[in-house]
Protein backbone atom coordinates (compact mmCIF):
# COMPACT_ATOMS: atom_id res chain seq x y z
CA UNK A 1 0.00 0.00 0.00
CA UNK A 2 0.88 3.71 -0.56
CA UNK A 3 0.81 6.32 2.16
CA UNK A 4 -1.25 9.41 0.28
CA UNK A 5 -1.59 12.73 1.67
CA UNK A 6 -3.72 15.22 -0.25
CA UNK A 7 -3.90 19.23 0.54
CA UNK A 8 -6.68 20.53 2.30
CA UNK A 9 -9.76 21.59 0.99
CA UNK A 10 -11.83 24.56 1.71
CA UNK A 11 -14.52 26.76 1.31
CA UNK A 12 -14.60 28.37 -2.44
CA UNK A 13 -16.42 30.99 -3.87
CA UNK A 14 -18.36 30.25 -7.33
CA UNK A 15 -15.75 31.14 -9.89
CA UNK A 16 -12.87 30.35 -8.05
CA UNK A 17 -9.95 27.86 -9.34
CA UNK A 18 -9.01 25.43 -6.97
CA UNK A 19 -5.91 23.47 -6.92
CA UNK A 20 -5.69 20.24 -5.11
CA UNK A 21 -2.60 18.31 -4.45
CA UNK A 22 -1.15 14.60 -3.28
CA UNK A 23 2.04 13.74 -2.34
CA UNK A 24 2.43 9.64 -2.23
CA UNK A 25 5.06 7.76 0.24
CA UNK A 26 6.82 5.61 -2.73
CA UNK A 27 10.42 5.02 -3.83
CA UNK A 28 9.11 5.55 -7.26
CA UNK A 29 5.98 6.85 -8.51
CA UNK A 30 6.44 5.70 -12.08
CA UNK A 31 4.61 2.77 -12.38
CA UNK A 32 1.56 4.16 -10.51
CA UNK A 33 -1.89 5.90 -12.66
CA UNK A 34 -3.29 8.52 -10.24
CA UNK A 35 -6.42 9.50 -10.40
CA UNK A 36 -9.04 11.61 -8.18
CA UNK A 37 -12.17 10.66 -7.16
CA UNK A 38 -14.87 12.93 -5.50
CA UNK A 39 -17.42 11.22 -2.89
CA UNK A 40 -20.94 12.53 -3.01
CA UNK A 41 -22.89 12.97 0.32
CA UNK A 42 -24.54 10.16 1.68
CA UNK A 43 -22.97 7.97 -0.80
CA UNK A 44 -20.71 5.28 0.47
CA UNK A 45 -16.81 5.58 -0.60
CA UNK A 46 -17.04 2.45 -3.11
CA UNK A 47 -19.21 4.92 -5.18
CA UNK A 48 -16.83 7.17 -5.71
CA UNK A 49 -16.91 9.17 -9.24
CA UNK A 50 -13.50 9.59 -11.58
CA UNK A 51 -12.64 13.20 -11.80
CA UNK A 52 -10.10 12.69 -13.44
CA UNK A 53 -6.77 10.24 -13.70
CA UNK A 54 -3.00 10.45 -15.61
CA UNK A 55 -1.92 7.51 -16.26
CA UNK A 56 2.07 6.41 -15.61
CA UNK A 57 2.84 7.51 -19.10
CA UNK A 58 1.51 10.93 -18.48
CA UNK A 59 -2.02 10.21 -20.43
CA UNK A 60 -4.35 12.06 -18.89
CA UNK A 61 -8.48 11.06 -18.24
CA UNK A 62 -11.21 13.81 -17.57
CA UNK A 63 -15.04 13.14 -16.39
CA UNK A 64 -17.11 14.95 -18.72
CA UNK A 65 -18.13 17.24 -15.65
CA UNK A 66 -14.77 18.84 -15.60
CA UNK A 67 -13.59 18.72 -19.40
CA UNK A 68 -12.60 21.96 -20.22
CA UNK A 69 -11.90 23.38 -17.08
CA UNK A 70 -9.50 20.48 -14.91
CA UNK A 71 -6.15 20.04 -15.43
CA UNK A 72 -4.71 17.17 -13.79
CA UNK A 73 -0.08 16.69 -13.91
CA UNK A 74 2.41 14.66 -12.10
CA UNK A 75 6.02 15.47 -11.42
CA UNK A 76 7.42 11.99 -10.65
CA UNK A 77 10.61 13.53 -9.06
CA UNK A 78 8.14 15.37 -6.49
CA UNK A 79 6.17 11.91 -6.05
CA UNK A 80 2.67 14.21 -6.29
CA UNK A 81 -0.16 14.60 -8.42
CA UNK A 82 -2.21 17.88 -8.77
CA UNK A 83 -5.35 18.83 -10.11
CA UNK A 84 -6.42 22.28 -11.02
CA UNK A 85 -10.16 23.10 -11.30
CA UNK A 86 -11.50 26.53 -12.87
CA UNK A 87 -14.60 28.56 -12.79
CA UNK A 88 -16.05 25.87 -9.70
CA UNK A 89 -19.20 25.48 -9.07
CA UNK A 90 -21.51 24.68 -6.66
CA UNK A 91 -22.43 21.27 -7.91
CA UNK A 92 -18.76 20.65 -7.46
CA UNK A 93 -18.88 20.63 -3.73
CA UNK A 94 -17.82 16.90 -3.05
CA UNK A 95 -14.91 14.94 -0.82
CA UNK A 96 -12.02 14.58 -3.38
CA UNK A 97 -9.51 11.64 -2.75
CA UNK A 98 -6.75 11.12 -4.27
CA UNK A 99 -5.54 7.58 -5.85
CA UNK A 100 -2.93 5.67 -6.67
CA UNK A 101 -3.23 2.28 -9.08
CA UNK A 102 0.03 0.46 -9.44
CA UNK A 103 -0.46 -0.53 -13.19
CA UNK A 104 2.18 -3.62 -12.58
CA UNK A 105 0.56 -5.08 -9.35
CA UNK A 106 -2.99 -3.98 -9.60
CA UNK A 107 -3.49 -2.73 -6.13
CA UNK A 108 -4.76 0.75 -5.48
CA UNK A 109 -4.48 3.19 -2.23
CA UNK A 110 -6.63 6.09 -1.28
CA UNK A 111 -5.94 9.11 0.62
CA UNK A 112 -8.39 10.44 3.50
CA UNK A 113 -9.47 13.36 0.95
CA UNK A 114 -10.28 17.05 0.70
CA UNK A 115 -13.48 18.61 1.38
CA UNK A 116 -13.85 20.77 -0.56
CA UNK A 117 -17.23 23.41 -0.40
CA UNK A 118 -17.98 25.70 -3.54
CA UNK A 119 -20.66 28.36 -1.91
CA UNK A 120 -21.42 32.06 -2.04
Known amino acids: QVRLVESEGGLFQPGESLSLSCVASVSSLSHYAMGWYRQFPGKQREQRELVATISSGNIPNYANSVKGRATNSRNNDKKMVALRLDNRKPEDTDLYSC???????????WGQGAQVVVSS
Open 99 to 109: QAHNEYQGFKS
